[in-house]
């Protein structure tokens, strides 16, 4: 069984940085697109950043510039260093990993706070 298990969340201030780190458990191949989605009270979940196999990455617009997500696929472990956070950034964020392995797979963490005061 794949469990993904979150770390790093914690309170922050305004403008400071907060690392996020995914690893993955219970896998014996390297995992497809990896990726942090975050949801606030009362909000839809929301895809915050996502890495591929290859390296590329995509941001969502409110994160850029200021979110990196980075990845060791051999470890299928994924990072997501947030910097300059602001209280719009306060979630739930949660890791994924998505992609095909005979069969399509779609694996999520328990999720992790991050609260930034202002």
């Known amino acids: 069984q794949v469990t993904l298990v979150e770390s790093g969340g914690g309170l922050v201030q305004a403008g400071g940085s907060l690392r996020l780190s995914c690893a993955a458990s219970g896998v014996i191949f390297g995992l497809g697109t990896m990726g942090w989605y975050r949801q606030a009270p009362g909000e839809q979940r929301e895809l915050v950043a996502s890495i591929t196999s290859s390296g590329v990455t995509n941001y969502a617009d409110s994160v850029k510039g200021r979110f990196a997500?980075?990845?060791?696929?051999?470890?299928?472990?994924?990072?997501?260093?947030?910097?300059?956070?602001?209280?719009?950034?306060?979630?739930?964020?949660?890791c994924n990993a998505r992609g095909f392995r005979f069969k399509a797979y779609d694996y999520w963490g328990q999720g992790t706070q991050v609260t930034v005061s202002s």
Do not use: C, G, H
């Open 69 to 94: 997500i980075s990845r060791d696929y051999a470890k299928n472990t994924v990072w997501l260093q947030m910097s300059s956070l602001k209280p719009e950034d306060t979630a739930v964020y949660f």
